[in-house]
């Protein structure tokens, strides 16, 4: 069959689910119920944008949402399951109710390359999808070639970065429980922008948490390639000193080189190598291949710059780029709710603009993290963005976002319950 | 023609999913808000601005304002109640953890209107 055939029959195909759409719709219109939109990405932004497509356009747009992991896998939380506080249970959601509740086409598949110019997805599994818009929310990707010891499988299984939750959240945790007393856990940061700025310090709290209750005489380093502490920085600072003292070490201005994976060894530029029993290496970290692949990237090759009112990539027509692959306005972290935040802002400019109808013109969105630092004491950070009309971009208003007084038991409630309802909004 | 045969039964379970969808009510409250934006002044904030404004709330409050434990529901909140409520974390007379930090990225009228939105919601 030719590509051509194929296309149109693809067409034909869609025109079913329109049809089937239709005649249970009374408000539907021929012209709108025809709007297809793919998202690829099931991550926080893309599942988000995948749900809010369909619920802005009240059903009447058509959505496939293309991804290849069974099941969402949380990276928010998962530093409690790596300090041995929470199951992997606890991170890991059905996809399910995207589908049930809102009529969302799930695939099972990774995209490898996107036509811009035909508006189609080719999929690994060798099928080609039309869309209307295309909403990519690749996530991020690791710049290995910045660590050559890190080139090999067996290096990558042995220094393990625990940065996308799922596989590797375990084996670093069952690589803590494993380690002697008396052991050392060193951690890298690299330098900004990096997914979840208070991530890897909340990280050294939980790693420290669970030395103090299992492994009394073991020590947390933390080797950061920035000068200071990037998130939290004063509260960070003192629950480094008042409940980790023996126990935590921040080192600043620590940019790791390479590793030698056989010997667990991290090289810096500023020091001699260092061979912790366990090490966790984050390599420097980029958009998504997806976004470099085609071509999306367009920020130094690494990030993806985007219009704010829509999402809209300022490279490609028609396709809007989500989450930590953006290179993000002033102030906006790389961080899940901020992804979440994005999938709405893209969902209501995209069903606009396939009905033909104003984009809202003033997005505010706002973003919070909060970060554990011990069984029960969590701590936020939080900030408002909205679109400022003559900087063109999302600024964060003035007055608005702070942080905890400090880390305490009622807002690591609050951070479980935030847990709760972003996963019930992006998934539900 | 293998992909293609795979691609007809990926239309066919979208159809059906969508036809389940088709049957259940539209989600809460069902408006046009795009047809009524296009006759509205740019100084006034749409409808469609409204909504999306008032999604920026159920991260953590919930879809259609019915949120999971641990966080208040807004749905159906007196609209009154829930402006002084976001006034008094704007001014700090209300205690707050974190809920001063938002309010104060939202002007009076953006909390009106947001208000106003999750009060017609449903419980």
Known sequence: MKRRQFVQTLSAASAIGTVGLLSGCATGTAGAGAAHVVVVGAGYGGATAAKYTRLFSEGKVRVTLIEPNPKFISCPISNLVIGSLKNMDFLTHSYDRLQQNHGVRLVRDSVTSIDAARRTVRLAGGSEIGYDRLIVSPGIDFMWEGLPGMASAEAKARMLHAWKAGEQTLALRRQLEAMPDGGVYAINIPAVPYRCPPGPYERACLVANYFRKAKPRSKVIIFDANAEIQSKRGLFTRVFEQQYKDIIEYRPGHLLTDVHAASNAMRFEVQDEFRPAVANVLPSMRAGDLALRAGLANINNRWCEVNFQTFESTVAPHIHVLGDAIQGSPGMPKSAHMANQHGKVSAMAVVSLLQGQPVPQLPIIANTCYSFVNDTDAMHVSSVHRWDAERRTLLTVPGSGGVSVAPNALEGHYALGWARNIWADTLG | ?123
């Open chain 2, 1 to 123: 023609m293998k992909s293609l045969v795979k691609f007809m039964a990926i239309g066919l379970l979208g159809a059906g999913a969508l036809a389940a969808q088709a049957q259940t009510p539209a989600a809460a409250p069902a408006a046009a808000p795009a047809r009524i934006a296009a006759a509205t002044p740019a100084a006034t904030p749409t409808p469609a601005q409204i909504r999306l404004w008032a999604t920026t709330c159920m991260t953590c409050h919930g879809s259609q304002g019915r949120a999971q434990p641990g966080m208040p529901s807004l749905a159906g909140m007196n609209r009154d109640d829930h402006i002084r409520q976001m006034m008094d974390f704007k001014t700090g007379s209300r205690p707050a953890t974190i809920m001063h930090h938002i309010a104060r990225g939202f002007n009076e009228e953006q909390i009106a209107a947001i208000a106003g939105y999750f009060a017609a919601l449903p419980r």
